[in-house]
């Protein structure tokens, strides 16, 4: 008797959408800032495994690279740097649950009203196999001003951060 | 998952989520790290237009990547001045800061 076998690409799915949801259920809810970023590691993690699902192969290694090995780190040195070295445990306690509650609640209502009740013209195009030089032309034709405004503005920020944070010349 | 909805309902639930930190927390970088999924919910949104809409080009990897970028040095200058702030008030609460307040 043949076994029914599952479709495992949906049931990856719904998985990944429970790490996801879950672990970013923990990062806006746990007391101790340090499980927070973990968990965000996870939130981020999952979120590339999205993208491979959305055949986004380049979006999914540049997650990886600089959400999870830049700016992962930088929050964690970030809530490392801002907190007595002799607290134990670093907490952060949520203010304002009822409103937080209200708000978000009523913020996710009016997306998934707008979703259910959208008719979206969805086709199925044939996924396009070379992402990476399809960007490529793309960065260095149809939007080659914005990437070079936007590599100035990281070199600004770059600067400006490193000018904000350090100490000040007697 | 050859649906659109899966992924727009995701990516409000991470939205809303990053608007509850946002609300909720007093640490300066929780608030950044509730930020920090607002983006990637509209990351996700991107890419998944991208995939299921009228497109034949990959511009919304391109808008994603410009994301991402954009990410990295808000994340940056954002730590710089949470760090500014716990030398000057040795705190990160952001209601401590209200030396401007008139």
């Known amino acids: 008797m043949p076994f029914p076998i599952p479709d495992l690409g949906l049931l990856l799915f719904v998985g990944l959408c429970g790490l996801i949801i879950g672990s970013a259920f923990m990062v806006v809810t746990s007391p101790n800032l340090v499980h927070s970023a973990v968990s965000l590691l996870f939130t981020l993690f999952g979120i590339a495994?999205?993208?491979?699902?959305?055949?986004?192969?380049?979006?999914?290694?540049?997650?990886?690279?600089?959400?999870?090995?830049?700016i992962l780190v930088l929050i964690i040195f970030g809530v490392m740097l801002t907190n007595k070295i002799d607290n134990a445990t670093i907490t952060s306690k949520t203010h304002n649950q009822i409103p937080g509650i209200v708000f978000s609640a009523l913020l996710l209502m009016m997306q998934l009203y707008a979703i259910f009740n959208t008719n979206w013209l969805v086709n199925e195009n044939p996924p396009i196999d070379n992402t990476i030089m399809e960007i490529g032309k793309l960065l260095l034709?149809?939007?080659?001003?914005?990437?070079?405004?936007?590599?100035?503005?990281?070199?600004?920020?770059?600067?400006?951060?490193?000018?904000?944070?350090?100490?000040?010349?007697? | 998952?050859?649906?659109?909805?899966?992924?727009?309902?995701?990516?409000?639930?991470?939205?809303?989520?990053?608007?509850?930190?946002?609300?909720?927390?007093k640490n300066a970088v929780a608030i950044l790290m509730g930020i920090e999924l607002i983006l990637n919910s509209c990351n996700i949104n991107f890419v998944a237009f991208n995939r299921f809409g009228n497109f034949s080009t990959l511009d919304g990897h391109v808008f994603t990547m410009f994301v991402i970028v954009l990410a990295a040095a808000e994340a940056a200058v954002a730590?710089?001045?949470?760090?500014?702030?716990?030398?000057?008030?040795?705190?990160?609460d952001v209601d401590q800061?209200?030396?401007?307040?008139?």
């Open chain 1, 141 to 170: 034709g149809k939007y080659l001003l914005p990437f070079e405004v936007v590599s100035i503005l990281l070199l600004a920020a770059l600067i400006g951060a490193a000018m904000l944070s350090r100490k000040k010349a007697e």
């Open chain 2, 97 to 102: 800061a209200k030396e401007m307040k008139g």
């Open chain 2, 79 to 92: 730590l710089a001045i949470i760090i500014n702030l716990f030398k000057n008030i040795g705190t990160v």
């Open chain 1, 49 to 70: 495994a999205i993208y491979i699902y959305l055949y986004a192969d380049f979006i999914a290694a540049t997650q990886v690279v600089i959400y999870v090995g830049g």
């Open chain 2, 1 to 25: 998952m050859n649906y659109l909805e899966p992924y727009l309902i995701l990516s409000s639930i991470l939205f809303s989520m990053g608007i509850y930190a946002v609300i909720t927390r």
